[in-house]
């Protein structure tokens, strides 16, 4: 009770401290029964969990084309093409995943899917390849949009990684505060940016089209030196492949939409399957669109611009800064320095930040899902005050920032580490719904639901054999690029997740209540007593009192010698006091205190192994931080040890100075005070029952 008490007490000096910030920072606690408020309807849900693919067609289509100038400008004309299959494999991916969503509505998406169907260890594998890419996703997209921020703001691009890492936390402080009022803080700026897309778009189609107006991009004029010319065959067609892996970055997302189908409006997997729906064809649209604006204003981009960009015979130099592919193309159709053309380029830089709430939203889902399955702490798996899985979300936090400090916040070196993990989930999860199909035709007998199977299986067939192949792909074509890291990172979260589970395992079977006789429900043959004292007083007498009451086989105090005379002054104290218990000193020669006590207790249980030794430590309980530093925290020590000792039980018997019952009222007047915004219509006992929104 004392060590219970004692951090009570604590926890109330420095709580009030920390309320005030932490309910401005993510606003008040709400109660558990309020979850239901915080879950999404689809207009909210579309930017919370599609604002990273979304947000990709900013820098898909300039990846594609930065392979394909390689072989210099002649190969551009291959991007139409390669923007066919990436729309084929995005199609493709979304068919696949609304039947997850119908399957497997409880938000485990690939994991759940794979697990169930795969067995274990695939599971554990698409859970450490989604975990990955969470964490990529937000190390990419707020790197990207730092880049894109430092083009007009010279102070973000010379402090890349301070700046990145602020967003990291701004984004976190976000997320902190719940899922729906992040999403509402993300939607506008993400419908921005999708509107300013699409008039682009159209704007674009209807001058080149209709006008017949010339739309030139600022690197029209420019050559691109081919570092390898007269591509052909087999090296035409690995270029071609390294394109289009590039170009599947647009992909990336599209899973977090299968993990996060409990946090949508009922009913959950409907509402899930139309947010991909919408997704996907707002994706597809935008990414045609811009690459075909592209190929029409002749916009040109190298991976070493400097040199590789030429202007009238002459390389464009290193002072020269290339620009997005969305940021060439919105000059040349709005014109440069135009208001949509502001607006636009705002849109984008905030929704590429924004674009990580799709990993802050999938991760700390995920999480929780493994934690439950006790492959991560259990922590995970708790909601914080907003109910939102706070713990997953501050370590999601954490690997961003590590890595961006990495990487320096690089988007060009972190993009190659992308894409690997989420074609791993994507086939293992496809491959899993075809065996889940296969496992339901073999039962069901109605015809009507056996045809409707039977389509969902040829969808997921599909889908696993392409994004099979185009795992083989990405593998081939970036391994030597990076992405050989996010495999290790792969491999070190797999064998993290089977330590963690197989240690859980362990401490389940050790703990688990025996069906008959075992040592832990046998009474013990005898119980000693011990209380440990240093002098007397009210504390000592108190540890005293209390023992007595425990009617222990034994009972003794207990006192370490290490200053003769105090000893000597303590023996006739307790003599003249006529106290009954007897009292033994153990001698201490080199003036410890801690081993002498640990030692005796030790030999107490040798010599009698199925007796309990019950250690009584009387304690002091002070009220503020500072007077612990003006006490020994010799019995502090002792607990720490003592714990390590079978068969030892310890006893806090704590004494409360004046200044305790001072954090006591103080603590006592904290729960009578409500911070800023905790009530707002009256205290929470008067409050009247809310009605839940409509769905």
């Given at each position: 009770?004392?060590g219970?008490?004692?951090d ?6 420095v709580s009030?401290l920390t ?22 309807p ?6 919370v969990?599609a ?6 067609v ?8 930065l392979?394909?100038?390689i072989?210099?400008?002649s190969?551009?004309?291959f991007s139409p ?7 084929v494999l ?7 995943y ?6 497997y509505p409880s938000?485990g998406?690939d994991?759940?899917?794979a697990n169930t169907?795969l067995?274990?260890k695939?599971g ?5 390849a ?5 964490v990529?996703?937000?190390?990419v997209?707020?790197s990207?949009?730092i ?6 703001i010279?102070f973000?691009?010379e402090?890349k ?8 936390v ?13 999403g509402?803080?993300f939607?506008i ?6 509107a300013?897309v ?6 674009g189609a209807?001058r080149?089209l209709v006008l017949d107006?010339p739309?030139r991009?600022p690197?029209a004029?420019y050559?691109i030196k081919p570092e ?5 065959g087999f090296?035409l067609v690995f270029?071609l ?7 599947c970055?647009a ?6 939409i ?5 946090a ?11 947010t991909?729906?919408?997704m ?9 669109g811009?690459?075909?604006?592209a190929a029409?204003?002749?916009v ?6 400097a040199?590789?960009?030429?202007h ?8 020269y800064?290339?620009h997005?592919?969305i940021?060439?193309?919105a ?5 440069k ?6 607006v ?6 905030l ?6 709430n799709?990993?802050y939203n999938?991760f700390?889902l995920l999480?929780?899902i493994?934690?439950?399955?006790r ?13 939102a899985?706070?713990n ?7 690997a ?12 060009t070196?972190?993009?190659?580490l992308?894409i ?6 994507f ?9 889940h ?7 069901e007998?109605?015809?009507a639901?056996?045809r ?12 696993a054999f392409?994004?099979?192949l ?10 030597t690029?990076?992405a050989w890291?996010?495999l290790l990172?792969m ?11 197989k240690?859980y ?5 050790e ?6 006789p075992?040592d ?6 005898r119980?000693?007593s011990v209380?440990?004292?240093?002098k ?8 005293l009192?209390y023992?007595k ?6 009972l003794?105090?207990?006192s ?13 104290e307790?003599?003249?006091r006529g106290?009954t218990v007897?009292?033994k000193v153990?001698?201490s020669?080199?003036?410890e ?9 030790k ?11 019950s ?6 309980v002070?009220?503020?931080w500072?007077?612990h ?10 607990k720490g040890?003592?714990?390590?000792t ?7 018997v ?5 200044s305790?019952?001072?954090a ?5 007047k904290r729960?009578?005070w ?7 219509r009256g ?5 009247p029952?809310e009605t839940?929104?409509?769905?």
């Amino acid at each position: 009770m004392g060590g219970r008490q004692f951090d009570a007490l604590r926890s109330s000096v420095v709580s009030k401290l920390t309320d005030v910030p932490k309910r401005i920072l993510i606003g008040r606690a709400l109660r558990s029964d309020r979850l239901g408020e915080t879950l999404l309807p689809k207009r909210i849900a579309l930017p919370v969990f599609a604002s990273d693919p979304l947000s990709s067609v900013a820098y898909a289509p300039g990846e594609v084309l930065l392979v394909l100038s390689i072989a210099g400008v002649s190969a551009y004309h291959f991007s139409p093409w390669i923007a066919v299959a990436v729309v084929v494999l995005m199609f493709t991916v979304v068919a696949s995943y609304r039947q997850n969503v119908h399957a497997y509505p409880s938000g485990g998406g690939d994991y759940e899917v794979a697990n169930t169907n795969l067995g274990p260890k695939a599971g554990l594998t698409v859970a450490s390849a989604l975990l990955v890419d969470y964490v990529l996703t937000v190390a990419v997209s707020i790197s990207s949009g730092i880049e894109n921020l430092g083009s007009a703001i010279p102070f973000v691009i010379e402090h890349k990684v301070l700046c990145a890492v602020a967003v990291i936390v701004l984004l976190t402080l976000m997320n902190l505060r719940g899922v729906k009022e992040s999403g509402s803080l993300f939607a506008i700026p993400t419908y921005v940016f999708v509107a300013g897309v699409f008039i682009m778009i159209a704007w674009g189609a209807f001058r080149g089209l209709v006008l017949d107006d010339p739309m030139r991009a600022p690197t029209a004029d420019y050559e691109i030196k081919p570092e390898h010319q007269g591509l052909a065959g087999f090296a035409l067609v690995f270029l071609l492949l390294r394109a289009f892996s590039s170009g599947c970055a647009a992909l990336t997302g599209v899973e977090a939409i299968s993990n996060g189908v409990p946090a949508f409006r009922k009913p959950k997997s409907k509402n899930a399957a139309t947010t991909l729906a919408m997704m996907g064809l707002l994706a597809v649209t935008m990414f045609c669109g811009i690459i075909a604006l592209a190929a029409a204003t002749k916009v040109r981009m190298a991976e070493n611009p400097a040199v590789d960009l030429i202007h009238n015979g002459v390389p464009i130099g290193a002072d020269y800064v290339q620009h997005p592919v969305i940021a060439q193309v919105a000059e040349a159709v709005f014109g440069k320095g135009s208001f949509l053309f502001i607006v636009l380029a705002a849109a984008t830089a905030l929704v590429l930040f924004l674009a990580a709430n799709t990993a802050y939203n999938g991760f700390p889902l995920l999480g929780s899902i493994l934690a439950q399955d006790r492959y991560l702490p259990r922590q995970l798996h708790t909601r914080g005050d907003r109910l939102a899985f706070s713990n997953g979300i501050v370590l999601l936090a954490g690997a961003a920032a590590l890595l961006v400090w990495i990487y320096g916040a690089d988007s060009t070196r972190l993009i190659q580490l992308y894409i690997v993990g989420v074609f791993v989930s994507f086939t293992l999860s496809q491959t899993g719904m075809v065996r889940h199909w296969n496992r339901h035709l073999a039962t069901e007998k109605d015809q009507a639901k056996r045809r409707h199977m039977i389509r969902s299986r040829a969808i997921n067939t599909f889908g696993a054999f392409f994004t099979g192949l185009v795992l083989v792909v990405v593998l081939v074509t970036k391994f030597t690029h990076g992405a050989w890291v996010a495999l290790l990172g792969m491999v070190i979260f797999y064998a993290t997740m089977t330590a963690i589970r197989k240690h859980y395992d362990r401490v389940a079977e050790e703990i688990a209540a025996p069906e008959g006789p075992s040592d832990d429900i046998v009474r013990p043959s005898r119980v000693h007593s011990v209380v440990l004292i240093s002098k007397i007083h009210r504390p000592t007498l108190r540890a005293l009192s209390y023992a007595k009451l425990l009617r222990s086989d034994t009972l003794e105090a207990l006192s370490v010698n290490v200053d003769p005379a105090e000893t000597k002054a303590l023996r006739a104290e307790w003599d003249r006091r006529g106290i009954t218990v007897p009292l033994k000193v153990l001698d201490s020669p080199y003036r410890e205190v801690t081993r002498p006590v640990i030692e005796y207790v030790k030999s107490l249980r040798k010599e009698s192994p199925r007796d309990v030794v019950s250690v009584i430590i009387p304690e002091y309980v002070v009220g503020h931080w500072y007077e612990h530093l003006l006490h020994n925290q010799s019995a502090l020590r002792l607990k720490g040890r003592l714990l390590f000792t079978p068969g030892v039980m310890v006893t806090s018997v704590p004494y409360q100075l004046q200044s305790s019952e001072a954090a006591r009222k103080r603590a006592r007047k904290r729960q009578e005070w409500n911070a800023p915004g905790a009530v707002r219509r009256g205290p929470a006992q008067e409050r009247p029952k809310e009605t839940s929104a409509p769905k």
